[in-house]
């Protein structure tokens, strides 16, 4: 089984990181962590996956130091002595496992809605106010806005490289801070930081821009992108390989090293005429690396199967497809979600043909750390 599936278990280098295999633990929010900052117990949940075999975590969505980061409760801050402590632990735990780990450095945007930790009058930013299309919440950004959250990101990023970190991903996706800017129906500035694709990349390419110049040219930056948003499941950013060429032209001159294209179904393609999904494309068009994701031994994706399904659990499906996608280089990296969530031995299953001992993803275990 393991030979079959040779292209998931061989080593990825960027940089001066090399990982073990190809497989990350998907960024997944779990809301354990009371006082914003991470306990044994989120410590030992992220040792028990590296300890899985998965060669890259990444970290639930850490947000950065600005007062409207935050949308959730319980979240992990990545700001203040309490919440780098416990994410050097993280990262001790997960080192001594024989993982590698990036955070995910995530602002909210207009999703937040007032009342939230840590500051409750504290309203939701964003570039035009918007929500949604149409959907106000909280306030437009001013320039001072825009260039306090990007220094809070550099920050972040500079935090991470001193705590040991392997890398750094940047949210740029489902509809939050980053990518309410990329997404025209809610940008609908008429400065420089809206109206064209070039101008709405603006406030992602200074981000990047920004983290680069605190880490240095060696310390891995990923950027995790979609089309779809949690506004609107069939939003889209481009809607052709030329277009989304366009869009990763300056973010690859900015310094992204890898691309994390999110997407419901890995296996579903982007554009009529061809079956690479969003990651195939991204490689084909940028020549960087990049990690597909979706659905990843399951049948139903992340959005249907674990909030709109009745169902309790959500059925396994095979990977085969996954290992010829990989077997082609469409995408170097994978990242899997639910199915690490619910076992943290999902890797090791797989690889040594024990899938018949892989438990099902049931939604239940959303409400336990373990």
Same mark, same amino acid.
């Given at each position: 089984?393991?030979?079959?599936? &040779?292209?998931?278990? /061989?080593?990825?280098?960027?940089?001066?990181?090399?990982?073990?295999?190809?497989?990350?633990?998907?960024?997944?929010?779990?809301?354990?962590?009371?006082?914003?900052?991470?306990?044994?117990?989120?410590?030992?949940?992220?040792?028990?996956?590296?300890?899985? !075999?998965?060669?890259?975590?990444?970290?639930?969505?850490?947000?950065? #130091?600005?007062?409207?980061?935050?949308?959730?409760? #319980?979240?992990?801050?990545?700001? @203040?002595?309490?919440?780098?402590?416990?994410?050097?632990?993280?990262?001790?735990?997960?080192?001594?496992?024989?993982?590698?780990?990036?955070?995910?450095?995530?602002?909210?945007?207009?999703?937040?809605?007032?009342?939230? /930790?840590?500051?409750?009058?504290?309203?939701?930013?964003?570039?035009? &106010?918007?929500?949604?299309?149409?959907?106000?919440?909280?306030?437009?950004? $001013?320039?001072?806005?825009? #260039?306090?959250?990007?220094?809070?990101?550099?920050? *972040?990023?500079?935090?991470?490289?001193?705590?040991?970190?392997?890398?750094? +991903?940047?949210? @740029?996706?489902?509809?939050?801070?980053? %990518?309410?800017?990329?997404?025209?129906?809610?940008?609908?500035?008429? %400065? /420089?930081? !809206?109206?064209?694709?070039?101008?709405?990349?603006?406030?992602?390419?200074?981000?990047? /821009?920004?983290? =680069?110049?605190?880490?240095?040219?060696?310390?891995?930056?990923?950027?995790?992108?979609?089309?779809?948003?949690?506004?609107?499941?069939?939003?889209?950013?481009?809607?052709?390989?030329?277009?989304?060429?366009?869009?990763?032209?300056?973010?690859?001159?900015? !310094?992204?090293?890898?691309?994390?294209?999110?997407?419901? =179904?890995?296996?579903?393609? +982007?554009?009529?005429? $061809?079956?690479?999904?969003?990651?195939?494309?991204?490689?084909?068009? $940028? *020549?960087?690396?990049?990690?597909?994701?979706?659905?990843?031994?399951?049948?139903?994706?992340?959005?249907? @199967?674990?909030?709109?399904?009745?169902?309790?659990?959500?059925?396994?499906?095979?990977?085969?497809?996954?290992?010829? =996608?990989? #077997?082609?280089?469409?995408?170097?990296?994978?990242?899997? !979600? =639910?199915?690490?969530?619910?076992?943290? +031995?999902?890797?090791?299953?797989?690889?040594? @043909?024990?899938?018949? +001992?892989?438990?099902?993803?049931?939604?239940?275990?959303?409400?336990?750390?373990?």
């Amino acid at each position: 089984m393991s030979m079959t599936l &040779g292209p998931i278990f /061989e080593p990825f280098q960027i940089h001066n990181l090399t990982l073990r295999n190809r497989v990350a633990m998907a960024p997944m929010t779990r809301n354990f962590s009371p006082g914003n900052a991470p306990n044994q117990k989120v410590v030992d949940y992220y040792r028990r996956r590296a300890e899985g !075999g998965v060669g890259l975590l990444i970290s639930e969505g850490t947000t950065v #130091n600005h007062d409207a980061a935050n949308g959730y409760p #319980n979240v992990p801050f990545f700001h @203040g002595d309490d919440a780098l402590a416990g994410w050097k632990e993280v990262v001790d735990a997960v080192h001594e496992a024989g993982g590698a780990i990036f955070p995910q450095l995530w602002h909210v945007g207009a999703v937040r809605k007032e009342g939230m /930790e840590p500051n409750a009058s504290v309203p939701g930013y964003s570039p035009s &106010g918007l929500f949604a299309p149409d959907k106000p919440n909280g306030k437009a950004m $001013s320039k001072d806005d825009i #260039n306090e959250v990007i220094q809070a990101f550099a920050d *972040g990023a500079q935090d991470a490289k001193a705590l040991g970190f392997d890398g750094v +991903e940047i949210h @740029g996706a489902h509809g939050y801070l980053l %990518d309410q800017f990329l997404w025209e129906g809610t940008n609908q500035r008429d %400065d /420089e930081y !809206g109206g064209s694709m070039e101008n709405r990349l603006r406030f992602v390419v200074e981000i990047v /821009e920004a983290v =680069r110049e605190r880490v240095g040219p060696d310390f891995p930056i990923m950027l995790r992108f979609s089309q779809w948003k949690q506004q609107d499941y069939e939003a889209k950013l481009v809607s052709t390989p030329e277009e989304l060429e366009q869009f990763l032209k300056p973010l690859v001159e900015a !310094g992204v090293d890898i691309f994390h294209a999110s997407t419901r =179904r890995f296996w579903e393609p +982007e554009f009529e005429g $061809s079956n690479l999904n969003l990651a195939g494309w991204t490689q084909k068009l $940028s *020549g960087k690396p990049t990690m597909s994701v979706g659905s990843v031994g399951l049948t139903e994706d992340f959005i249907s @199967g674990t909030f709109a399904s009745k169902k309790e659990a959500v059925e396994q499906s095979g990977i085969d497809e996954l290992v010829e =996608r990989m #077997n082609n280089h469409e995408f170097e990296l994978i990242a899997v !979600g =639910r199915a690490l969530l619910q076992d943290p +031995e999902w890797l090791i299953k797989v690889k040594e @043909g024990r899938l018949n +001992e892989v438990e099902a993803f049931a939604k239940k275990s959303l409400t336990k750390l373990y």
